[in-house]
């Protein structure tokens, strides 16, 4: 079975300030995606960023980057210039290459301090 | 917008009657997904359907009763319900097929409360 931690279950932050969101994951398989959702109040769970686990470059989108360290089984995300809308619920989420299953964690609730 | 859309939003209702929440994905995926969210709780996957067939039940009370009458639609039939069901009912779909595997594309939710 697979299982996702995320150890951090509250973090703030100071807007424009750098912030790091753990997650570990416990896996036998060697082929997999690893995911950050946000989910703002709204609700509407919406995808931050993807990373295949075969890939050895950590994923970027703008100002959310990832370490990605596959022999630690962990995944990290890095939230850069922090915003008043950066503050929701993140998960952590891995899904098996084969088959359609998405393991999440328990969430890290972020805030953002103007 | 995610292009998964849920009904109802929010839904109240006592432990005698029967509901229904509605799903509806026009993204071409082939797997849809029942995810039951509590407080402090990871996300629990309740059903998982691929090309219409049920392929996960993941231990759900039979209290919930999914239906898949296509691969753009998903429902969950909700009967008998107790107070521990109110929860935020979250669906989503994916692509997992070949190389074209994607991430699960969310719904609003249904927020439950059972009276």
């Known amino acids: 079975a697979q299982t996702v931690t995320q150890s951090q279950p509250e973090m703030s932050v100071q807007e424009a300030e750098t912030v790091t969101l753990s997650c570990t994951y416990d896996?036998?398989?060697?082929?997999?995606?690893l995911f950050w959702y946000k989910q703002p109040p709204s609700r509407q769970m919406i995808l931050v960023i993807r990373?295949?686990?075969?890939?050895?470059q950590n994923a970027t989108e703008n100002r959310f980057s990832v370490n990605f360290q596959k022999a630690a089984k962990s995944f990290s995300l890095k939230i850069s210039d922090s915003q008043l809308g950066d503050t929701a619920m993140y998960f952590c989420?891995?899904?098996?290459?084969?088959?359609?299953?998405?393991?999440f964690g328990t969430g890290t609730s972020l805030t953002v301090i103007p | 917008e995610t292009g998964v859309t849920q009904t109802p939003r929010h839904l109240v209702m006592g432990m005698t009657n029967k509901k229904s929440l509605k799903c509806e994905q026009h993204l071409g995926h082939n797997a849809m997904y029942w995810y039951k969210q509590s407080a402090k709780k990871p996300l629990e996957l309740m059903f998982v359907y691929n090309f219409k067939e049920q392929t996960e039940n993941n231990s759900v009370p039979s209290r919930f009763s999914p239906e898949c009458p296509n691969s753009s639609h998903l429902f969950l039939h909700l009967h008998t319900l107790q107070p521990e069901d109110s929860a935020l009912y979250l669906c989503?779909?994916?692509?997992?097929?070949?190389?074209?595997?994607?991430?699960?594309?969310f719904g609003q939710g249904t927020r439950l409360t059972v009276v």
């Open positions: 990373q295949e686990a075969y890939k050895q």
């Open positions: 989420a891995f899904m098996k290459r084969a088959g359609n299953q998405f393991y």
């Open positions: 896996t036998s398989e060697s082929n997999y995606y």
């Open positions: 989503a779909s994916s692509s997992g097929t070949g190389e074209a595997v994607t991430e699960a594309f």
